[in-house]
């Protein structure tokens, strides 16, 4: 993967230079070779003689910040990058398993490019350690509420009232939704609470088809199955719900990685199931699941705002977004309940899907700027003040 830390507003781009720029990385030492020049847009061809893979930087020295990065750099490898660099004055990191190189000072002038740029200070595992831990406690906090939704519905159904059993499941299906974190983040675990309806099933039979969780529980209350014939699916979703509290027991149930990319993946989810309908099982509450994962993306943001508000130039625009469409989905609310997707019309779900796309495109640089990089240097963790 290679990537550049710019974020460009407007398409007006400098020109790249002519040939692409040979940097050398390990022995013969040639990163040495690029000796700066104007402000703008150029082609870095890269060639690791190093021993080991690499990680390369072009960080500006006084502010730490980091404008081109070449990650998972193996030996032998030759890899082109196009960056656009702003007028101040830089130096190459080449970080390796076990040992860090810098360039000499590289000093590129001119006037400022006529879009913004903005570099990144380097986000480690050791940084995101806090907001892990502040948002795994979170979720575990909500889990005893979860267990007593999905014990409500086991009672409904012991009753074999099927209306109270719909109502009740979807208190606990949206609960278990807003825990956005969590999704995904245990495979055999996550399918047993939650597995989508498979492909290619009509729907009037899921509720005889092999999957489990509250998709499984969904389609049989919605299909009218015997309630009896739902209680051992509603004990297995019990199980499962005190395995996943268990697992967050565990060291490193939510990583790094996780952590930076959740709340873009939450709100791509929806996009791809919820509001294309494929992950309805009979309630017709996609809304509903959409307006779940929202507040379980504010979830997954709040313990990174120390960290964003010093690095993510889109905070404030990204909240906004969220806020509006949240807004919009939830009009769709009535006294009588959640409108179905299906009734929507095409203005209507066009007007959700765009602001849903918009949503997942600005905190696309929340998972940029929180991705876990390499530090440049020994500096600490990150204060969250």
């Known amino acids: 993967m290679t990537s550049t830390t710019a974020s ?78 702003p007028p101040g004055t830089y130096r190459w990191v080449c970080i390796t398993d076990y040992t860090i190189k810098y360039s000499r000072p ?14 990144i200070i380097p986000v480690t595992g050791l940084d995101l350690r806090i907001p892990i831990n502040t948002y795994v406690g979170w979720i575990t906090g909500q889990l005893p509420a979860l267990t007593e939704q999905v014990n409500r519905l ?42 989508d309806p498979p492909r290619g099933v009509a729907p009037v039979r899921l509720a005889d088809a092999d999957f489990t969780g509250f998709r499984k529980i969904e389609a049989m ?11 051992p699916h509603v004990d297995a979703l019990l199980e499962a719900i005190g395995r996943l509290a268990d697992e967050l027991a565990l060291p490193n149930a939510i990583t790094p990685i996780d952590m930076g990319r959740r709340a873009h993946e939450i709100l791509e989810d929806a996009l791809q199931w919820d509001l294309n309908g494929i992950g309805d099982a009979g309630s017709q509450t996609e809304l509903a699941t959409v307006d779940a994962n929202l507040t379980g993306v504010w979830q997954a943001l709040d313990p990174l705002r120390p960290i964003l508000r010093k690095q993510n130039p889109y905070l404030d625009q990204t909240d906004e977004q969220l806020r509006l469409t949240q807004q919009l989905v939830r009009g769709h609310h009535h006294a009588e309940g959640w409108a179905g997707l299906a009734s929507l019309t095409v203005r209507q779900r066009a007007a959700v899907n765009a602001a849903v796309q918009h949503s997942v495109e600005l905190l696309s640089h929340a998972a940029v700027v929180v991705d876990p990089r390499n530090a440049t240097r020994d500096r600490g963790p990150i204060t969250h003040d």
Do not use: M
């Open 8 to 85: 460009v507003n407007i398409p007006a781009t400098p020109p790249s230079r002519p040939q692409p720029i040979v940097l050398v990385v390990g022995s013969p030492y040639g990163i040495d070779d690029w000796l700066g020049g104007p402000a703008g847009r150029y082609d870095f061809l890269f060639v690791n003689n190093e021993g080991a893979g690499a990680e390369i930087y072009l960080e500006d020295p006084a502010t730490e910040r980091i404008y081109v990065e070449v990650e998972h750099f193996g030996r032998g490898v030759t890899r082109t990058v196009t960056a656009s660099v």
């Open 106 to 119: 590289v000093v590129v002038t001119g006037a400022p490019l006529p879009y913004d740029v903005h570099g």
């Open 154 to 195: 086991r009672g409904d159904l012991q009753a074999g009232d099927a209306a109270a059993a719909k109502a009740d499941w979807l208190i606990a299906h949206l609960t278990y939704e807003t825990l956005g974190g969590a999704y995904r983040a245990y495979d055999e675990t996550g399918d047993d609470i939650n597995a």
């Open 221 to 231: 209350v919605w299909h009218d199955r015997p309630p009896a014939t739902i209680v």
